[in-house]
């Protein structure tokens, strides 16, 4: 069954169906609320952050239109809102929280000498990432990260598709000029 069909049958009066568009979606908004949080310090209130998500999402149920958007791309909108939001409340209230270290599971090989380089690279990486000003860091997280396609992306965020694939290009370049001196093998 596909969302807009779900969605359907949830305005049709069957909440239950609600639990299916969750699960389906509810890992990838959590990663992307997060990464929107992280350079805030603030990766502690991203479940609170996803549960609102999908509360707002379902409040706004009956005003989604399918032919103007996907669903996963409406509740990314949604995401980004309130993530928004909240930032502009806690920097209002000059609030902010520790960094929970929140790090993602991956598999990695057996030797340790491996799974400690390839953790360094991660930290490189996303801390190359979080150094990125928000417009480029999450037009460059929806596409490397949420594999949403640049329509999509533009959607979210306002703007037209030449934007987003400047956005995205200027955010590669960022990151690749800050990683390079760890990738170009020292001349000793």
Same mark, same amino acid.
């Not at 969302?3 to 389906?24: F, M, N, P, T, V």
């Not at 509740?75 to 929140?102: F, M």
């Given at each position: 069954?596909?969302?807009?069909?779900?969605?359907?049958?949830?305005?049709?009066?069957?909440?239950?169906?609600?639990?299916?568009?969750?699960?389906?979606?509810?890992?990838?908004?959590?990663?992307?609320?997060?990464?929107?949080?992280?350079?805030?310090?603030?990766?502690?209130?991203?479940?609170?952050?996803?549960?609102?998500?999908?509360?707002?999402?379902?409040?706004?149920?009956?005003?989604?239109?399918?032919?103007?958007?996907?669903?996963?791309?409406?509740?990314?909108?949604?995401?980004?809102?309130?993530?928004?939001?909240?930032?502009?409340?806690?920097?209002?209230?000059?609030?902010?929280?520790?960094?929970?270290?929140? /790090?993602?599971?991956?598999? =990695?090989?057996?030797?340790?000498?491996?799974? &400690? %380089?390839?953790? @360094?690279?991660? *930290? +490189?990486?996303? /801390?190359?990432?979080?150094? =990125?000003?928000?417009?480029?860091?999450?037009? &460059? %997280?929806?596409? @490397?990260?949420? *594999? +949403?396609?640049?329509?999509?992306?533009?959607?979210?965020?306002?703007?037209?598709?030449?934007?987003?694939?400047?956005?995205?290009?200027?955010?590669?370049?960022?990151?690749?000029?800050?990683?390079?001196?760890?990738?170009?093998?020292?001349?000793?």
């Amino acid at each position: 069954m596909t969302d807009s069909q779900i969605i359907q049958l949830i305005i049709e009066g069957k909440h239950e169906y609600y639990a299916e568009l969750i699960q389906r979606h509810e890992q990838k908004v959590l990663i992307f609320i997060h990464y929107m949080l992280k350079n805030n310090a603030m990766e502690g209130l991203a479940e609170d952050l996803c549960q609102e998500t999908f509360f707002k999402a379902y409040k706004s149920l009956y005003s989604f239109r399918d032919k103007e958007a996907t669903f996963s791309t409406w509740l990314y909108t949604i995401a980004r809102n309130t993530v928004l939001s909240e930032l502009r409340k806690s920097k209002k209230n000059g609030q902010y929280l520790e960094d929970t270290n929140y /790090e993602p599971k991956t598999e =990695l090989e057996e030797q340790p000498e491996y799974k &400690l %380089i390839k953790n @360094e690279r991660i *930290q +490189l990486v996303r /801390e190359a990432i979080n150094t =990125l000003p928000d417009n480029q860091r999450q037009a &460059l %997280i929806l596409r @490397e990260y949420e *594999q +949403l396609d640049y329509k999509q992306i533009s959607e979210m965020m306002n703007c037209s598709i030449s934007a987003v694939k400047s956005l995205i290009f200027r955010g590669r370049s960022a990151i690749k000029n800050r990683l390079e001196q760890y990738i170009r093998p020292s001349a000793e």
